[in-house]
């Protein structure tokens, strides 16, 4: 069994800001894959899902953002999973808007949730998926801008990544990160030669003579 770990702040103030990007993940991510169950004790909400090869868990931490390690941790002991066995989605000034990063450990880059992880879990060895919310301007204060919630044109760029998202997580759920991380390679590499194809004007010309559309 694997889970998906949605970071955020809970409470209605906080529902629509950039710092809820994990928890907006997760609401996203549930309305398209069919649950089973549901539970919920004083640290965090499950949901519980069967993939093909696997069951497995969407969780939201009920704990404040830096609190989320005590969640984190109460839920591999709950359920008996290993680091690895959990992704942690959340959100990162150090990605323009509209970016994502997938990766299978690293450092916090200053973030309060996953530095409370580390340290409850005593490894930064887990995957997580960071999703750019992008950089207040120059003279506003961080702390606003987190707790600030997307302009319709952000949250339209921001549902752009997690319909991309949404694949990895389910590759990841399936088959663990290393999975997910093939899968992510593959897309890039799609991605970069179709834009390769798209900026060469001799490849256009044959693109449209193969469909027809010329």
């Known amino acids: 069994m694997r889970a998906l770990v ?3 702040n809970p409470g209605k103030k906080y529902e629509m800001t950039r710092h809820n990007a994990g928890f907006l993940f997760l609401n996203y991510f549930l309305k398209d894959i069919q649950i089973t169950g549901q539970g919920a004790n004083s640290d965090f909400l499950f949901y519980t899902g069967r993939g093909v090869e696997s069951d497995f868990l969407i969780v939201r931490p009920e704990t404040y953002m830096n609190h989320s390690g005590y969640a984190v941790e109460r839920l591999l002991n709950d359920f008996k999973l290993l680091a690895e066995d959990i992704l942690i989605v959340y959100d990162d000034m150090d990605l323009p808007l509209g970016e994502y990063r997938i990766k299978a450990g690293g450092g916090d880059g200053g973030h ?3 530095k409370s992880i580390s340290a409850c879990l005593g490894t930064k060895n887990y995957p997580r998926l960071r999703l750019g919310i992008g950089k207040p301007a120059i003279g506003e204060p961080v702390h606003g801008f987190v707790l600030s919630p997307f302009t319709p ?5 921001m549902k752009g990544i997690f319909i991309f998202c949404a694949g990895l997580v389910l590759e ?3 088959r663990g990160i290393r999975g997910a991380l093939n899968l992510n390679s593959t897309l890039n590499n799609q991605q970069k030669k179709l834009s390769a194809q798209t900026d060469n004007p001799n490849t256009k010309h044959d693109s449209q003579e193969e469909s027809g559309d010329i």
């Open 112 to 114: 309060n949730g996953i």
């Open 6 to 8: 949605g970071l955020g």
């Open 153 to 157: 044109d952000e949250s339209e760029r």
């Open 172 to 174: 990841f759920l399936e």
